[in-house]
């Protein structure tokens, strides 16, 4: 039993380069010419630069492509290691939108369409709920650490790091805000001058 379950094997492997070498009309192809092809393995030495490294350092000035280049309030924040407070780009009405429409399908699920941290996600994770963003103490969050939360993550909650951009985390911060200020009322004196003025007229 033992040596006829090793019979196949042995063929394949006696065949298998044989196989690997030729297709149907008789061509040798290599699918490996990248992997292949003559190259130079890390700290290895080389004639062709005068310094004789093969790894070369990258030219004056080049930034990871990955790293975003800005102040650092609005990338990470915060400022002089202290998380702003107020929100450092401009707020819009598309701005908002935008952010509903990514707190809907991102952070509801776990935090609840209203940010009050209801929903069947959070009824059933038993270890560490996720937290009421519309109640204390993230109401009182400066806006830089609920930014920094998208951004890193934060305990059990996994960071948004990768799937959104600095515009996009803002404009999710901002609509917090705006459910922040659905949930607690807003003082009518704190209104803009347009908004208090059609609310007076239309509560008359
Ligand atoms: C998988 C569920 C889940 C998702 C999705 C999620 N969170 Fe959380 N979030 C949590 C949990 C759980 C905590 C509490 C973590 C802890 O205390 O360990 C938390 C905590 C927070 C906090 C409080 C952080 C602090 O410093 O106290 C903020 C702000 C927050 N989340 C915002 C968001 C936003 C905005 C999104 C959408 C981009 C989001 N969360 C998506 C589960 C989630």
Not at 34 to 56: C, I, K, L, P, W
Request: a neutral charge; hydrophobic letters at 40%.
């Amino acid at each position: 039993m033992k040596s006829r379950g090793l019979l196949l094997p042995l063929c394949v492997l006696a065949l298998g380069p044989l196989l690997a070498s030729c297709n149907s009309s008789g061509t040798e192809r290599d699918f490996e010419r990248m992997v292949n092809q003559a190259h130079f393995e890390y700290y290895e030495e080389t004639s062709f630069f005068e310094d004789r490294r093969v790894m070369r350092d990258p030219p004056p000035g080049t930034v990871p492509h990955d790293r975003r280049l800005g102040p650092p309030e609005v990338l990470h924040g915060t400022a002089s290691g202290k998380f702003v407070e107020a929100i450092p780009v401009p707020l819009s009405r598309p701005m908002l939108d935008d952010g509903r429409k990514r707190f809907e399908v991102l952070c509801a699920p776990c935090h609840g369409v209203g940010g009050d941290g209801v929903s069947v996600v959070a009824h059933n994770m038993e270890l560490r709920k996720p937290s009421n963003l519309v109640a204390a103490p993230v109401l009182e969050y400066p806006a830089g650490r609920i930014y920094q939360a998208i951004a890193q993550g934060y305990g059990l909650m996994p960071s948004y790091g990768q799937d959104l951009g600095v515009e996009a985390r803002w404009s999710i911060v901002a609509y917090v805000r705006a459910l922040q200020l659905r949930t607690n009322g807003v003082a009518v004196d704190a209104l803009p001058e347009p908004v208090r003025v059609r609310m007076q007229k239309e509560l008359r």
